[in-house]
């Protein structure tokens, strides 16, 4: 009878309740981020109505709308007085000259190998993971350049024709941009490199040529220096000596990125600890092996990011080349708008769309990349 | 041993020539300067060689002569009968045009769409994300044909129109037109009424800054300026008896064919390719602004805005206060290198035609052949413009610099 108190003592917890419904889940989301308050709510409203009058009319022309197969323009013009949507036949029909530009089909396979060695040795560069790193750095920038120049331009030894010259006037499409790309990074690196140093350099002439070369280039637009390499550079020469027009363009992209790509090697000379190059010095390290083992290692790694949002950059930029005359892959479109047997009233839209999908391709994944190893490289600098 | 000592004493150490960093580094610096001496005496030498072989008058007398071609859109008065040097100038003022009328467009939009990519609204932020990721990962020349060739040839034929905003602005493939203000006698006064404003304004400031540092009494700044520097106007425009008339553009609809559509010089008139050329940098630099505004807004640290809520700072003084100089500071340095961008980049004008320093000057190059003094020209003035923004941005640093203790 004790036992049995008059009052009721709970000996256990009370479940926890449940958060209410309108703090969790998806409703709670929506009231969170979409509709918190009557400004909120009017600003979704408006958002989501920009976002499907941009939607809908671009999923209705690229899809919907659009012409799969054909064989000439019949295939593409607009029935019965509606709009037209995307005519891809086209771009179907186009698509090796966007890929190769007129480069012979015979001889084709030569770009294919150089794709695909370009392909075979960028991707275990750009995994900070594989193996042999070293080995394959040099593979990329220093043989990978020799054997396709080869490749594309042919091989002549002693009369004896082992691959056919193709003119470089007869490349185009994303052949040229790449071309261009690549090579102005790939050659810039080097006298960005020493422009860098020539920058932070002690000895005050160095110093004063690296400063107004850097600041030169970087102060004029890229169409300007375009122009100056294909009308300029050949007064400079001697009677007789003539460049390819793409060499010409190709110095003149070169020079050009490196004053870019030396601010951004020397923001990552900037970011060593003068630890490091007073530990080296007290090795007895003289400036290159100091600078060849010790620095730079250092430094590039850091300003990976920043090499690749210049790649970016000079990616975007090679289709400034259509103005003095060479077909890159925004060219080689534009090229063939002319064409009378693909001539209908989306033409225009569907070559610009398949252009800015081929670009964006490219340098998105270029950025995501680059994003990827800034968080990668910059965890062993958190102290 | 005497000779030992002393040449212990006076030079130590010194074993050789070769060793030595300064004699290195005088070496390497004459070595630089004979290389880039005899660079420069080859490729002067060459250029003359070829300039005489061409025929071509190496000078600046070209820019007296008669340039003999037309410029479709001229801030200053330019016929065919002018000369190159008048022509390159009506170049050089277009690309101060588009910069000008591009750095507040993009501005404008940078900085909505950067505060839109902050915002708490899923939809608006990721609206803002497709607007960055989409337009910075495309060429600007592709978005520029985008808008010249795709666009603007898609509108009504020059004998039709597409009108909006209640009929005053019309759209064709010539252009956008809209009203024109014609300024008559008296109007004048609008001028100097607005310059009152901004100078009242301005002392008005001054005093309501020393008055608040004094007592800490604040003052309706804002709504003071805004109603002086646009209601004095509007009263002076009222009071001398409206001296402004709008000059509407013409439409004929009737009559011969051929002399439909919009009557010439009548109203105000954008030339396509200066709106293609416009928007398409404008939106383009804007998706870098807004990157550069998100990042300098991140850069303020939470706790700033914490701190100013815990003296009982309000939201709306918090971030103009606290947080918008702090931001300031970040921003404006990659701000001013986008503004600078934006003007290089109009040279893309070149690809649509639309007659800047650089379309211009190639029109001229060509006639003439006058390339080494073309070019020269054309690196002058962006490499002056570059020269000015930098020491701008010199000078706003420092001032802006934290004063640390």
């Known amino acids: 009878m004790s036992n049995q108190s008059m009052f009721h003592i709970r000996t256990e917890e009370a479940p926890l309740l449940p958060a209410p419904v309108s703090t969790t889940g998806v409703i709670g989301w929506m009231r969170q981020h979409l509709f918190s308050s009557i400004g909120n709510t009017a600003l979704t409203v408006v958002g989501i109505l920009i976002a499907y009058s941009i939607i809908a009319p671009f999923i209705q022309f690229a899809f919907i709308d659009a012409v799969w197969t054909g064989d000439n323009r019949e295939a593409c013009l607009p029935q019965d007085g509606g709009h037209s949507g995307a005519c891809w036949a086209y771009v179907e029909a186009y698509f090796p000259q966007f890929i190769y530009g007129r480069y012979p089909t015979d001889e084709v396979w030569r770009v294919n190998i150089v794709y695909a060695l370009f392909a075979l040795l960028l991707v275990p560069l750009a995994i900070p993971s594989a193996p042999y790193k070293r080995t394959n750095a040099i593979l990329f920038l220093v043989i990978f350049p020799i054997v396709a120049y080869f490749l594309l331009t042919g091989l002549v030894i002693g009369g004896t024709v082992i691959l056919p010259i193709v003119e470089t006037a007869v490349w185009g499409g994303l052949l040229v941009t790449l071309v261009i790309a690549v090579t102005g990074i790939v050659a810039s690196l080097p006298l960005g490199i020493a422009l860098a140093l020539g920058r932070r350099s002690k000895m005050p002439i160095i110093k004063l040529v690296s400063i107004i070369f850097i600041e030169f280039w970087r102060g004029v637009p890229l169409i300007t220096v375009l122009f100056m390499s294909s009308v300029m550079l050949p007064l400079f020469l001697p009677e007789g000596v003539t460049f390819d027009k793409l060499l010409r363009v190709l110095i003149g992209v070169t020079l050009f990125s490196a004053a870019y790509m030396a601010e951004v090697v020397r923001g990552g000379l900037q970011a060593i600890p003068k630890g490091q190059y007073e530990g080296a010095m007290a090795l007895g390290l003289r400036f290159w092996p100091m600078m060849y083992l010790i620095i730079l290692p250092q430094a590039l790694k850091l300003v990976i990011p920043g090499i690749v949002n210049t790649f970016i950059g000079l990616f975007k ?67 | 041993m005497s000779v030992m000592e002393q040449d212990s004493a006076g030079a130590p150490a010194r074993a050789s020539l070769l060793n030595d960093p300064k004699a290195r580094g005088l070496f390497y610096q004459l070595v630089l300067i004979v290389a880039l001496v005899t660079l420069g005496y080859v490729i002067v030498t060459n250029t003359i060689a070829n300039l005489e072989r061409q025929n071509i008058a190496s000078g600046w007398g070209f820019l007296e002569n008669t340039a003999g071609f037309g410029i479709i859109q001229s801030l200053a008065p330019y016929s065919e009968t002018s000369s190159y040097g008048q022509a390159v100038f009506v170049g050089f003022l277009n690309t101060l045009l588009v910069a000008v009328v591009g750095i507040f467009l993009a501005t404008l939009i940078g900085f909505v769409v950067g505060i839109a990519r902050l915002s708490n609204n899923f939809v608006i932020s990721r609206l803002a994300y497709c607007y960055v990721e989409l337009i910075r990962n495309v060429p600007l020349l592709l978005q520029i044909f985008f808008w010249y060739f795709a666009v603007l040839r898609a509108v009504p034929g020059k004998r039709d129109k597409w009108s909006f905003l209640f009929d005053y602005f019309h759209l064709n493939i010539a252009g956008l037109r809209g009203p024109k203000p014609i300024w008559e006698p008296g109007a004048e006064f609008i001028g100097y009424a607005l310059i009152i404003a901004i100078v009242a304004t301005y002392l008005i400031a001054r005093w309501a800054r020393k008055r608040q540092d004094a007592t800490g009494q604040q003052f309706p700044m804002l709504w003071t300026g805004l109603g002086l520097i646009i209601g004095l106007p509007v009263i002076t425009y009222l009071v001398t008896g409206m001296p402004m008339t709008l000059e509407h553009p013409n439409f004929v609809e009737t009559g011969p064919m051929l002399r439909r559509g919009f009557e010439l010089n009548v109203g105000f008139n954008l030339i396509p390719e200066f709106l293609a050329l416009t928007l398409a940098l404008s939106i383009y630099t804007a998706s870098f602004i807004a990157e550069i505004v998100r990042a300098g807004i991140q850069a303020v640290s939470h706790g700033q805005t914490e701190a100013a809520h815990a003296l009982g700072i309000r939201h709306g003084p918090t971030l103009r206060l606290v947080i918008i100089p702090q931001a300031m500071r970040v921003i404006i340095p990659p701000l001013t290198s986008q503004y600078l961008n934006l003007t290089k980049n109009s040279s893309l004008a070149v690809a649509i035609a639309f007659p800047d320093l650089v379309s211009v000057g190639g029109t001229v190059l060509n006639q003439t052949g006058q390339a080494i003094e073309i070019i020269g020209i054309w690196m002058a003035v962006y490499l002056s413009l570059s020269l000015i923004t930098s020491a701008f941005m010199n000078w706003y640093n420092q001032r802006m610099a934290l004063v640390e203790r």
Not at chain 1, 321 to 348: E, K, R
Not at chain 1, 351 to 365: N, P, Q, R
């Open chain 1, 317 to 383: 930029d090679t289709t400034l080349v259509l103005i003095v005359g060479m077909f890159d892959l925004l060219g080689q479109i534009q090229s063939s708008f002319t064409d009378p047997t693909w001539s209908t009233p989306s033409q225009g839209h569907t070559g610009y769309l398949f252009a800015a999908i081929v670009f964006f391709v490219f340098c998105f994944g270029m950025s995501r990349y680059s994003i990827f190893m800034e968080k990668k490289l910059h965890t062993g600098h958190k102290r």
